[in-house]
C-alpha cells in the first residue's frame, strides 16, 4: 500500500476536479456529493449569476449548519455534566449515609436496653433498706 494520497475525481456544480487526499476516496467522493447538493440549493431558491456567489453561500449555509450542530453538542455537554455531578452528589450522600455511625436516638435505645431492669437485676418483692 501506498503512503502517497491518493487521488479522486469528483463532479462539484458541474465542473470536475481532482482531489488529492488521505481520507477515504469514498468519504471524500461523499463531502464532495454533499457540496454540489448544497450549492444546487442555493440555485433552487435563488437565482445567482456566479458560481463564485453560488460556493460562498453554501460554504456560509454549511459553517452555520456546523455551528448550530456545535451549539447542540455543547447543550448536550454541559447537560450530562449537571445529570452526571447530581448523580455523583447521590451517591456520595447514600455512601455516607451507610457509613455513618447510627444517629443519636438509635444509639440511646440502644444504651437504654442495656440498662437492666430492677427485675433483671435480682431485685424482686419490696425490699427494705435499713
Do not use: W
Amino acid at each position: 500500500m501506498s503512503d502517497r494520497p491518493e487521488t479522486i475525481r469528483v463532479n462539484i456544480y458541474g465542473r470536475e476536479y481532482s482531489i488529492r487526499g488521505e481520507a477515504d476516496p469514498g468519504y471524500i467522493a461523499e463531502i464532495a456529493h454533499y457540496l454540489d447538493m448544497k450549492m444546487r440549493q442555493m440555485t433552487d431558491n435563488a437565482t445567482v449569476a456566479s458560481t463564485t456567489k453560488v460556493a460562498i453561500l453554501a460554504a456560509l449555509n454549511i459553517t452555520d449548519e456546523l455551528f448550530q450542530r456545535d451549539g447542540r453538542i455543547r447543550e448536550l455537554e454541559e447537560s450530562q455534566v449537571s445529570d452526571i455531578a447530581r448523580l455523583l452528589e447521590r451517591v456520595e450522600k447514600a455512601l455516607a449515609e451507610t457509613s455513618a455511625p447510627p444517629p443519636v436516638q438509635s444509639r440511646q435505645n440502644t444504651a437504654h436496653e442495656r440498662v437492666e431492669s430492677p427485675a433483671q437485676a435480682g431485685i424482686t418483692g419490696s425490699t427494705c433498706v435499713g
